[in-house]
Each structure stands twice: as structure tokens, then as C-alpha cells.
Antibody, heavy 126, light 110 residues
Framework: QVQLQESGPRLVKPSETLSLTCTVS?????????WGWVRQPPGKGLEWIGS???????YHNPSLKSQITISVDTSKNQFSLRLSSVTASDTAVYYC???????????????????WGQGILVTVSS | QSALTQPASVSGSPGQSITISCTGT?????????VSWYQQHPGKAPKLMIF???KRPSGVSNRFSGSKSGSTASLTVSGLQAEDEADYYC??????????FGGGTKLTVL
């Protein structure tokens, strides 16, 4: 059974870069699927950040695209999120999740998020 | 991209049925059979309840069902139980090759 676990600093200073890693166990990330990041500010709703496959092909939320870097390390069965120039509004619980898809020509159609990590609260504060 | 529109709250008594709506546009819900629904209890990660508009993952109670008409999707919970009290989020694939969530609906079991 696939399991996902987020890790990284829980406190980040404004204007710095937030970096998180999702470690996948029980399933090889090279066996298909996209792998996504979702965040949830305290007391608010869910926001999709972006998704990546094992080849490094990515899709991003356009509202965050200038800040986001999503990468994959197949040797460690991990994928990562970097969010630059953070402000207090980036304070949130960050989740990683498995993201089934199909290929639609040369691009992917993302389906749903079927397995989630427990989430990690990252606070942006000086 | 704008969030999908959900009611902020719904409520029902044990044993009753409730329906949560999720309204999008012709660029998301109206164009794809790719609406999913998630249940989230306080302090917990979201859980997939419905995918591809109306399919249930293994292990999800058949009291949960999904449907869609045009650009509006719906989640129905029948035979309400206390454990169903949670936040529910819809999500859809969009033509911009992104995923869009609804704002969430708080279900209260009276």
C-alpha cells in the first residue's frame, strides 16, 4: 500500500524559499502516476500547487507558477517542492498526494488525488 | 482560474440524505468527466470519496454517491451518520491542464 510522508522546515522567514520533500513508500514513483502538492491555509480550503511525473514533466497552478519549482529524485523515491519569496500568505499545511492521469496526445490529463500524506504545517514568520 | 463554487455549509439529521453542489464552468466540470470529491475531518488529510464524477474507491461506503449535470456536480450522502460530519471538497480537471478545488462545504449532522 502506497504511503506518502512530507518533510522539511516548519518555519520559514519571509522572502526566503520554502522547501519540502515527499517520500513515497510501498510504490515506485517510476511505475507511472503523477505526484502532486496541495496546500491548505489555516481555516481555509484546499489549493492545488502542481504535479510532476518521474520524468520530471510538470504542471503548475498558474497563480503560483512564478514561485514554484517541483522536482523528482527517482533514486530516493521522492519528489520535492520549492516555493520562493514566501510571505505570510504562504503559511499553510502542505500535502503531497498521488495523482493518477492519462496521456492525451503529448500532454497529461490529471485525474484525482487518491493517496495523501498526513500534511506538514509550514509557518512563514520572522 | 477561479475556484469551483460550493455552499459553505449543509446540515441534516441522522438517517436523512443531503446533497452538496459544486458549480464550475464549461472549461472544467462542463468539459470533462473528472470531478472528484474529498472528505476531510479536522486535523486530518483529505480522503478521496468519489472520482470521475460518480465512481467510488474501494472501501468507501455506498452511502456516498456522485453525479453531474452540465457544469454542476453533486455529492449525495444518504443515511447520514455522525461520522459523516466533516468538510467536503470538490475538484475538477480544467482545460488549462490544472486541477481546481471548490471552496469546501461543512457538513453538520444535527
Amino acid at each position: 500500500q502506497v504511503q506518502l510522508q512530507e518533510s522539511g522546515p516548519r518555519l520559514v522567514k519571509p522572502s526566503e524559499t520554502l522547501s519540502l520533500t515527499c517520500t513515497v513508500s510501498g510504490y515506485s514513483i517510476t511505475n507511472g502516476y503523477y505526484w502532486g502538492w496541495v496546500r491548505q491555509p489555516p481555516g481555509k480550503g484546499l489549493e492545488w500547487i502542481g504535479s510532476i511525473d518521474s520524468s520530471g514533466r510538470t504542471y503548475h497552478n498558474p497563480s503560483l507558477k512564478s514561485q514554484i519549482t517541483i522536482s523528482v529524485d527517482t533514486s530516493k523515491n521522492q519528489f520535492s517542492l520549492r516555493l520562493s519569496s514566501v510571505t505570510a500568505s504562504d503559511t499553510a499545511v502542505y500535502y503531497c498526494a498521488r495523482n493518477p492521469h492519462i496521456w492525451d496526445g503529448a500532454q497529461a490529463t490529471l485525474y484525482y488525488l487518491d493517496s495523501w500524506g498526513q500534511g506538514i504545517l509550514v509557518t512563514v514568520s520572522s | 482560474q477561479s475556484a469551483l463554487t460550493q455552499p459553505a455549509s449543509v446540515s441534516g439529521s441522522p438517517g436523512q440524505s443531503i446533497t452538496i453542489s459544486c458549480t464550475g464552468t464549461s472549461s472544467d466540470i462542463g468539459s470533462y468527466n473528472l470531478v472528484s470529491w474529498y472528505q476531510q475531518h479536522p486535523g486530518k488529510a483529505p480522503k478521496l470519496m468519489i472520482f470521475e464524477d460518480s465512481k467510488r474507491p474501494s472501501g468507501v461506503s455506498n452511502r456516498f454517491s456522485g453525479s453531474k449535470s452540465g457544469s454542476t456536480a453533486s455529492l449525495t450522502v444518504s443515511g447520514l451518520q455522525a461520522e459523516d460530519e466533516a468538510d467536503y471538497y470538490c475538484c475538477s480537471y480544467a482545460s488549462s491542464r490544472t486541477l481546481i478545488f471548490g471552496g469546501g462545504t461543512k457538513l453538520t449532522v444535527l
